[in-house]
């Protein structure tokens, strides 16, 4: 489903050269939950951010549903990103002024949808996280993993081919946390491909597959062993 071939990415940070990446092939099959692990500095975040479509990479190719992403013009990597692709991330990144339905709907809305059409699917998807109570609600009256629910219901609007979680539950408690990997692990069990960013070994473990990077290179590929849940 997801295929990288080679991919390199190289930063300039005056006449310095990062190479983030380094010669990274990797496929992730339709339907696995992967977790990416290494140490700061390793090219974790870069490698979710080429796969996101958020970057392109230096040199080598990544596909997703057999649809390049790479070497493409930056509209048409937008409408991947909009359509195909859903993110977590560690900050939420919620509007303020939106209810958590409108929050939910947002990546529709920006498709020209009207409201009137997207609130159904906004509301069935708070109600699947958890959130019937708090569909009006908007994020201040939210508590965190509350407002990180409605971030997944928003990932999950456009029926992604992949959902891409950064660190998600880095600004939560340990409760809470458990409360947001079980829900992931349940969407899993429903058939969605995952790919989550962490730093924590016990989270990367409600994965069913482990890599980890060092220096931006492939260091370890393994299976965690991991039951749906």
Known sequence: MIEIKQATKIYHQGMKEIRALRDISLTIARGEFLSIMGPSGSGKSTLLNLIGGLDQPTSGEIFIDSIPLHGIPDDELTLIRRRRIGFIFQFFNLLPILTAAENAGLPLLLEGLPFSKVKPRAEALLRKVGLAERIEHRPEQLSGGEMQRVAIAR?????????????????????TSEEIFRLLSGLHAEGQTIVMVTHDRFAAGHGTRLITLKDGALDQDTATGARVQ
Request: hydrophobic share 45%.
């Open 155 to 175: 990932a999950l609007i456009t029926n992604p081919a992949v959902l891409l979680a950064d660190e998600p539950t880095g600004n939560l408690d340990s409760h």
